[in-house]
């Protein structure tokens, strides 16, 4: 099950939010709830503190009583690490890049005129949906940064790990959209990872087999010693785990 | 005659080491003609001081000083410089001494059995000559390539010193050995003293080499923070003046709005229906064109790196001035990014280039340009994207002389991930959407 909040200090503007979604639950049969219509955001907080819950959210960024939405928005991952986020402005489109790649946003809806703010609703719901019911109980590899915070990626979003600085334990984990360092070991990682989806390829690199392109297999045929992910990162692959990776490949 | 056959070897050995030291380029006829003077006055001096039989003008000293003589006359007729030429011409001396001492060695050690047998000496010259011939090839190549390498790194004033020092610094060598050489005159353990002689000659030879190296890196280095400095001062001046034009700009741009909009009070009222209608299109054409210039530059004002400020103001400039639709997103200042700022420019400078050259290329309708710099925890992302048709092939982006657009260009994104590749804690990630191409340098904090 899916569940919505909304978080937006406007009292009018929240209610049409809530309204259009009403309307677009009620027209389609979707295992969606609204749970929380609120203007303070530590409600919502307070409440997917204390349940495991999979959610929809629709954030206000500039809120009152210096609430910043984004900040909001990085905690709720923290405990709804493939929360569904999207972002109410005032603002013209400038913050575009800093929705999609700081806090991984579904969207960000402007307000503007009635009918275009239903529209957008209308597609946030159904995109969220489509992708949670595409990949319903998938894990997450969660770490600490350097600076302390907790980072979950879902698996499927991960391309592979590779070692950092040389005489360090730094680890750098090549993502769909970017790449974060941390301090850990290859060892270490490989067992909270799922077997049969990540292999370890070379002394410093573990993959994720599900994420190789059709050219890495090939490259792999050729007897190439590194397959390039789809992120233009080079992945190595050692000569004695060449064959093994490519029964890994065939066995998914 | 036989003056003039016995100098020919030393001659040749003398000049092919100066060859491989000066790297000066000669014609033929100038090698032969230079070459058969050089034996004549070598041939001359050594016969005239065999009949003087002086003890310090003796009679490889003479014949050393007669060739030195010719090759600096000979490399002044090239390099219009006395004290390179007298430097080239002694270095190369003192390096064909050093491999002939190398060698005399086992001469002198064997040579006590049988001091004064002719067919021994006839046998020894004959293995002699030709190695005395490689190892003095080698070592005058080696220094050679050593000593040009830190000399064409030099301009004007520096040169000229260099030169003066290393001319000074071969003299010393050439007359240690000489010196040594008349004692060796004296004493009677030949062979010691030969192995004395070319550990010296070969310790000065090197110290010199490494004085003129690390003194032309250190000239080298001074040049070039020098530039640093003044290419950074003059981009703070060009920011300032940036900056200052765009006040000037937006308080124009008030002042404007608000005489057109007084002289809409004028027209308000009265019946004269074409002014208003125009003046009415006036002010809107203006609050449109003039909210756009705002926008997309006034998010610069968070960056606190003149440099990266300078490079992006320019760029961005240009993208606005190709129709591209430019969307700053930097939300927070940013004043600190752990990269060397040469790579940083370089970098970004790239990465904006590169979007802008496919959009002016590309044949697109409407031309978005997204750049933004993203402060999260610590690690810093640099996006920038551009609309595109279809995404480039990811194998191949990387790949030096890969382009999409044609023509001699596909060196930007190569040389991208070679500077990530020499920095610790940058790296980048490319994006490819259905119709958006995302560049993503990340940036951790280390």
């Given at each position: 099950m899916l569940s919505i909040f909304v978080c937006e200090d406007d009292v009018t503007y929240q209610k049409k939010i809530s309204e259009h979604i009403h309307n677009h639950l009620s027209e389609m049969d979707f295992d969606i709830e609204l749970v929380l219509s609120t203007s303070n955001p530590a409600k919502i907080l307070k409440h997917i503190k204390n349940s495991k819950v999979k959610g929809l959210y629709f954030l206000?960024?500039?809120?009152?009583?210096?609430?910043?939405g984004i900040k909001i928005a990085k905690t709720i991952r923290e405990y709804d690490p493939r929360a569904y986020i999207a972002f109410i402005t005032s603002?013209?489109?400038?913050m575009s890049l800093t929705f999609e790649y700081k806090v991984e946003a579904l969207a960000y809806i402007q307000k503007e005129s009635n009918s275009s703010l239903r529209e957008k609703i209308k597609t946030c719901i159904d995109d969220a949906y489509q992708k949670h019911i595409a990949r319903p109980d998938e894990g997450c590899f969660i770490f600490k940064t350097p600076t302390g915070k907790q980072i979950s990626c879902a698996f499927e979003e991960i391309f592979f790990f590779t070692t950092g600085a040389?005489?360090?334990n730094q680890l750098i984990m090549h993502t769909k959209k970017r790449q974060y360092m941390f301090y850990h070991s290859l060892e270490k990682i490989s067992t909270e990872l799922p077997i049969g989806q990540f292999y370890r390829c070379h002394k410093s690199y573990i993959i994720n087999v599900g994420n190789i392109p059709e050219s890495g297999r090939k490259a792999l045929e050729q007897g190439k010693d590194r397959i390039i992910m789809p992120n233009g990162a080079d992945c190595l692959v050692s000569f004695r785990k060449r064959k093994a990776l490519v029964s890994v490949l065939d066995s998914l | 005659m036989i003056y003039f056959i016995m100098v020919t070897p030393s001659v040749i050995l003398f000049f092919m080491s100066f060859y491989n030291v000066s790297k000066l380029k000669f014609y033929f006829a100038e090698t032969v003609i230079a070459f058969l003077i050089m034996c004549l006055v070598s041939a001359i001096a050594v016969s005239s001081a065999s009949l003087m039989s002086a003890p310090l003008l003796s009679d490889d000293v003479l014949g050393n000083i007669s060739i030195v003589f010719c090759l600096t006359l000979f490399a002044y007729k090239k390099t219009k410089d006395m004290a390179l030429s007298a430097y080239y011409a002694l270095f190369s001396i003192s390096i064909t001494m050093f491999s002939n001492t190398l060698l005399a060695i086992p001469f002198f050690l064997f040579s006590?059995?049988?001091?004064?047998?002719a067919r021994y000496i006839f046998v020894f010259q004959i293995i002699f000559i030709p190695l005395a011939f490689c190892l003095s090839y080698l070592i005058s190549k080696y220094i050679g390539n050593m000593l040009q390498k830190s000399y064409t790194q030099l301009t004007g004033e520096i040169k000229k010193k260099y030169a003066l020092y290393g001319f000074i610094l071969s003299t010393l060598v050439y007359l240690l050995t000489k010196i040594n050489t008349f004692i060796y005159r004296l004493v009677d353990d030949r062979a010691l003293l030969s192995l004395v002689n070319a550990v010296l000659i070969l310790s000065v030879l090197f110290i010199a080499v490494a004085i003129i190296t690390a003194y032309s890196n250190a000239q080298q280095k001074l040049l070039v923070s020098e530039y640093k400095n003044q290419s950074l001062k003059d981009l703070e001046a060009h920011n300032q003046q940036l900056e200052t034009a765009y006040d000037e700009i937006r308080s124009y741009r008030h002042d404007h709005l608000n005489l057109l909009h007084s002289l809409m009070g004028f027209v308000d009222g009265k019946n004269n229906g074409d002014i208003k209608n125009h003046l009415i299109k006036t002010l809107k054409y203006a609050e449109e064109s003039l909210s756009k210039l705002d926008d997309s530059m006034d998010r610069l004002k968070y960056i606190y790196i003149p440099e990266l400020k300078g490079l992006l103001s320019v760029k961005l400039a240009h993208a606005l001035a190709n129709d591209i639709e430019v969307g700053l997103d930097i939300a927070e200042p940013v004043?600190?990014?752990?990269?060397?700022r040469m790579d940083l420019c370089r970098v970004v400078g790239i990465m904006v280039d590169n979007a802008i050259d496919e959009l002016i290329s590309g044949d697109y309708d409407y031309k978005l340009l997204k750049f933004g710099i993203i402060l999260d925890d610590g690690d810093i992302l640099i996006v920038c994207t551009n609309t595109c048709k279809s995404s480039p092939s990811i194998e191949n982006?990387?790949?030096?002389?890969?382009?999409?657009?044609?023509?001699?260009?596909?060196l930007g994104l190569y040389n991208l991930k070679r500077i990530c590749e020499s920095c610790q804690n940058l790296s980048f990630t490319v994006y490819p959407k259905e119709d958006e191409f995302a560049l993503i340098l990340s940036i951790r904090q280390v």
């Open positions: 206000d960024i500039e809120l009152e009583g210096g609430y910043n603002h013209p489109g400038y040389p005489g360090t | 006590d059995t049988a001091p004064e047998n004043d600190d990014i752990p990269v060397d982006i990387f790949n030096k002389g890969y382009t999409t657009k044609g023509g001699n260009r596909g």
